[in-house]
Structures are given as structure tokens and as C-alpha cells.
């Protein structure tokens, strides 16, 4: 059973977006509810928990935000519902995707990032490229279009019920012993970020196969930016035109574990221009493999503020993009100012113990 929320539809005509939502659910079991205040009641209610009982067999709420997006930008009920997301949990095993569409050019992935990143707040588990976006008059799915013979409208309709299918066929590979890749670019006697991710890896030594790899100054070069058939020719064999080190030690790493974790200071509300590059790099590799049984996590530390900043930027990257899953509260957002001043922080060392318990689960 899929339980569609539909948010922003009094703010503009959602003729086209209705018609792809349609032919998405075709065949499906599934629930529309309307408006904001429906979905909070129903939630509230437990009535939302109920629908996974007039499914035999359902295991989980699988839930589709079917989002109008009006030139403007402004969605009430959507900040609404990530208002209810930041304060609230949501039932075990809830599963999440986006079909989103917008007036103009502008504001559909920011929409996006947001809805994704709060409800995985709230418990939320996206699985690889839980997005399907549309502006205005189409222009992004010019590539897709190409790549599979079609016109845009068709490309839009065909990513939307292969985005169904994929919500309501999801499940979670139960994995034995993680294997769990760190990346870094950071300096070990007086990053905070670096001795937060030391907190939690004492949960996990003996428990998982555990490496680490810093992309410090000077060890990695970014994308430049080669055509489509050029860095997916590369990626083909596993490589990158630019070579070095993300080819020789980041590809193998990725291809080789289970759970990615990212250790990102912020850097003027940004990840650092190494750990960004990485994210560019990834994506001669992408083009030929399969990230989405592969989980993302972050630990992302402030000096002062912005933390969710650089976990939006990393949900747009890492899950909307290059198609990671995204398992709940996949981000440990802390702040620390002056060196080392992590370890005095109330509370961070019982985090990070629960957080690795999450990513041993």
C-alpha cells in the first residue's frame, strides 16, 4: 500500500503532475491524502500505522510526497510538514520518495532536499535517487529523453513509474558484518570532526571491517567536467581521466563496502572543497555502478552553526544524485569551536554510541 501526501496543490494548476501521478500508481494499492492537516491527523491518530494492516503482507508505510512547486517557491504545507517531521518520529521502517514539480526552473531540488532531509529526521529511509523532479517546461529531462528515444513528457511519465515500483518493491538487505568506509580531509591532532568519528567507531570496532581514507590537500584533483561519453567510457573500467588517488583508493573502497561515512567539518556552510571534488569524481563511477544497497552516512561538525546545511548539500550529492540509501537519521550534527573542544560537549559521546548501534542494526 503506497500513501500518497499531495502538498501545494491550491497554489496552481497540477493538471500535468495529476496525469504522471496517475499512470505511476496504475495497478497499485494505494491512498491519497490531501492536504497537511490530514496527514498530521492521521499520524496523530495512529491512522497511518493502520494502513499497514489492510495489506497483507505490507511490512512497512511506504510513503510518496507528491509535490506542486509554484514559481515562486513558497509552500506552506510543505514547511508545515517539516516542521512536524523536526519534532516528531515516524512509524519504524517508513520508506519515502518525492515526485515533485515545478512552475518555473527554480526551487524543485531546494524543495526536495528539505522534504528529504526532515523526514529522514523523523525516521524516514530514502532509498538510491528517491527524486523525481520536473520544472516548468521540462528542460531537465532533455539528456534522459535522448539517452531513451523519447519526447521530455514521456521521459518525465516513465521515471515516475519506474519511481513507484521501485517505492513499493523496496527492501533493506540485511547485512552480517558492515564493512565501513570513512573519508576525511582532516587534520588528526585538532579536528573535531575527526575525534567524533573516533567516538563512534569505538562502537563499532570488533563488531565491523572498518577503513579509512583522507582526501587532504594536494591528494585530490575535481572534476572537470569531460562529456557524458568520455567519463562513462572511464568509469566503464572503474576510472577517471584525472586519475590519482580517488581512482586508485576511492573507487575500490567504495565498491568494496557497505556503509560510506563522511566526516565533514563545515567550511563557510559548505562541505570542504576536497570531500565536494570527491562528490564530482563519483560520478564517472556511477554511471556503471550500483550504489543503492550501499548506505550514506555523515558526521558533520559546526563551529558555530549550519550543520543541516551541509546535510542537505550531502542528501542532494550522495542519495539524490549518486543514488545512495539513505537509512534514518543518516547525519550526527554537532558543534565544536576551538581545537579538541568536541570532547567536552554534553551528550556527544552517548550519540555517537547510539548512532553506531543504528549503522550495526
Not at 131 to 136: D, H, K, P, R, S
Not at 140 to 161: C, H, M, P, Q
Request: aromatic share 8%; hydrophobic share 40%; proline share 4%.
Amino acid at each position: 500500500m503506497i500513501t500518497v501526501v499531495r502538498l501545494g496543490y491550491n497554489r496552481g494548476n497540477c493538471e500535468r503532475l495529476d496525469r504522471v501521478l496517475a499512470a505511476a500508481l496504475a495497478g497499485k494499492e494505494y491512498t491519497i491524502i490531501d492536504n497537511i492537516g490530514e496527514f498530521l491527523i492521521a499520524i496523530n491518530d495512529q491512522g497511518l500505522k493502520d494502513i499497514l494492516t489492510m495489506t497483507p503482507g505490507a511490512k512497512s508505510l511506504r510513503l510518496l510526497f507528491a509535490v506542486h512547486v509554484p514559481a515562486n517557491g513558497f509552500v506552506p504545507e510543505w514547511q508545515e510538514l517539516m516542521a512536524w517531521f523536526m519534532e516528531h518520529d515516524l512509524p519504524k521502517g517508513t520508506v519515502g520518495a518525492v515526485l515533485l514539480e515545478g512552475e518555473g526552473p527554480l526551487f524543485t531540488k531546494g524543495v526536495a532536499r528539505k522534504l528529504v532531509f526532515a523526514a529522514n529526521r523523523a525516521g524516514c529511509t530514502f532509498f538510491g535517487k528517491p527524486l523525481v523532479e520536473a520544472t516548468g517546461d521540462l528542460y531537465n529531462f532533455n539528456t534522459l529523453a535522448k539517452i531513451r528515444g523519447l519526447d521530455n513528457y514521456s521521459a518525465y511519465e516513465e521515471s515516475a513509474v519506474n519511481l513507484v515500483d521501485r517505492l513499493e518493491s523496496f527492501m533493506e538487505r540485511k547485512i552480517e558484518k558492515p564493512k565501513i568506509l570513512a573519508i576525511h580531509a582532516s587534520n588528526r591532532r585538532t579536528s573535531n570532526s575527526l575525534m567524533l568519528w573516533n567516538m563512534l567507531k569505538v562502537g563499532l570496532v570488533g563488531r565491523a571491517d572498518i577503513e579509512e581514507i583522507s582526501i587532504r590537500d594536494g591528494e585530490i584533483v575535481d572534476c572537470r567536467g569531460c562529456g557524458f561519453d568520455t567519463c562513462k567510457h572511464y568509469g566503464e573500467n572503474g576510472e577517471c581521466s584525472y586519475g590519482g588517488l580517488v581512482v586508485e583508493k576511492v573507487y575500490p573502497a567504495i565498491m568494496e563496502c557497505t556503509h560510506l561515512v563522511l566526516v565533514c567539518p563545515n567550511y563557510n556552510d559548505s562541505v570542504g572543497a576536497n570531500m565536494s571534488a570527491m562528490f564530482n569524481r563519483l560520478t564517472a563511477l556511477f554511471y556503471n555502478s550500483d550504489f543503492s544497497d550501499k548506505r550514506i552516512y555523515s558526521l558533520i561538525v559546526s563551529g558555530y552553526s549550519g550543520s543541516e546545511l551541509l546535510a542537505e548539500q550531502i542528501v542532494g550529492a550522495m542519495n539524490l544524485n549518486k543514488g545512495f540509501m539513505l537509512p534514518p537519521r543518516f547525519a550526527m550534527m554537532e558543534t565544536a569551536n576551538d581545537p579538541r573542544s568536541i570532547m567536552d560537549r554534553a551528550g556527544v559521546p552517548e550519540r555517537a554510541e547510539e548512532m553506531a548501534k543504528a549503522m550495526l542494526e
